[in-house]
C-alpha cells in the first residue's frame, strides 16, 4: 500500500475567529480558538475557556491599533494587529442637578473615592464563567435618553463623559439580568444610588444603576432573563431611569450594540 503524501495527514490548526463588528473604541469582542490555545491582548494574557472561548474590549479613546497574539495548541505562534475604528461622540447637557451632585464636598469626596474603589474591586474579577460567550439581552425596553461615550456637561461644568445606556423607563420597572453570571456587589452609592454588578466571567461585568431596588444578594447566581432589580430614581438624576453600563474589567464598553445589536 502506497503511504500518503505527509502533506495529508497534518492537521491543520483551527482558526481564531473574531466578532469583527467589536473593533472599534468602546467595542466588545468575544473569540473563539481551538481548546488550548493561548491568547494576549497587547501584551495581557486572555482567559480562554476550556472550549476556546475568550473576550476583550476597547475603551472610549482606544487608539488605531491593537496587537492580538496567538499561541496555537501545536506552539505555533502568529500574531494580527487589528484596526480599531474611530468614532464620533455627542454632547449631552443636564440642567438642574443640586449643586451638591455637581460639586461634592470634602466629606462627599472622601466617600466617592471609597466607592469607587469598591467597584473597582467587583469590576476586576477574572472568573471562569462563561455567561458572556452566549449572547446577550436588553435589561429593560424603553426609550434611550443617554448613550455611551458621549461628553458630559453638568448645570453647565464639563464633566467625564457618560460611560453607559440609559433607559428612560418609569420607577418600578423590571429589569432583567443580561446575561448568565453571579453578583458581586450590591450596594448603595453617591451617584449611582442603589447599585448592582454581575460578573459574566473573563474580565466581563454588567452594572445596573439608580435603582428603587435591588433583588438580589452579593454572591447569588443569576440566570440570564432573571429578575433582579426595579428601576428607580437614587443617587444623581434628573428623574428615574436605568444607567447600565458594561465592562472589561476597568474598561467601560459601548453597552448600545451588545445588548440591542445597534
Do not use: C
Not at 469582542?29 to 481551538?34: D, E, F, L, Q
Not at 505555533?76 to 475604528?85: P, S
Not at 461622540?89 to 466607592?115: F, K, S
Not at 461628553?151 to 439580568?177: E, I, M, S, W
Request: hydrophobic content about 40%; aromatic content about 8%; charged content about 20%.
Amino acid at each position: 500500500m502506497l503511504a500518503l503524501p505527509a502533506l495529508l495527514l497534518v492537521r491543520p490548526a483551527a482558526a481564531v475567529t473574531l466578532t469583527e463588528r467589536g473593533l472599534a473604541q468602546g467595542g466588545f469582542v468575544v473569540g473563539r480558538a481551538a481548546p488550548g490555545t493561548r491568547v494576549s491582548l497587547d501584551g495581557r494574557a486572555l482567559r480562554v475557556s476550556v472550549d476556546g472561548a475568550f473576550a476583550f474590549g476597547f475603551g472610549r479613546d482606544q487608539g488605531p491599533s491593537a496587537v492580538l497574539a496567538v499561541t496555537h495548541p501545536d506552539n505555533r505562534r502568529e500574531e494580527r494587529r487589528l484596526a480599531i475604528a474611530r468614532r464620533q461622540w455627542q454632547e449631552q447637557r443636564i440642567n438642574g442637578l443640586p449643586p451638591e451632585q455637581v460639586t461634592p464636598d470634602a466629606e462627599t469626596l472622601r466617600r466617592i473615592e471609597r466607592e469607587r474603589e469598591k467597584l473597582g474591586v467587583a469590576r476586576a474579577t477574572d472568573s471562569a464563567l462563561t455567561g458572556f460567550a452566549t449572547g446577550f439581552i436588553a435589561p429593560a425596553s424603553g426609550r434611550i435618553s443617554g448613550v455611551y461615550g458621549s461628553r458630559r456637561v453638568l448645570n453647565g461644568q464639563p464633566r467625564q463623559p457618560h460611560y453607559g445606556l440609559d433607559f428612560a423607563v418609569p420607577t418600578g420597572t423590571p429589569l432583567k439580568a443580561v446575561a448568565a453570571g453571579r453578583v458581586t456587589l450590591a450596594d448603595q452609592f453617591h451617584f449611582f444610588g442603589n447599585l448592582m454588578v454581575i460578573d459574566h466571567g473573563h474580565g466581563v461585568n454588567s452594572l445596573y444603576a439608580h435603582l428603587s431596588a435591588i433583588e438580589v444578594r452579593d454572591g447569588q447566581m443569576v440566570a440570564q432573563g432573571d429578575r433582579i432589580a426595579l428601576s428607580g430614581a437614587t443617587g444623581r438624576v434628573t428623574g428615574p431611569h436605568l444607567h447600565f453600563s458594561f465592562s472589561w474589567f476597568q474598561t467601560f464598553l459601548d453597552p448600545q450594540p451588545v445588548v440591542l445589536g445597534a
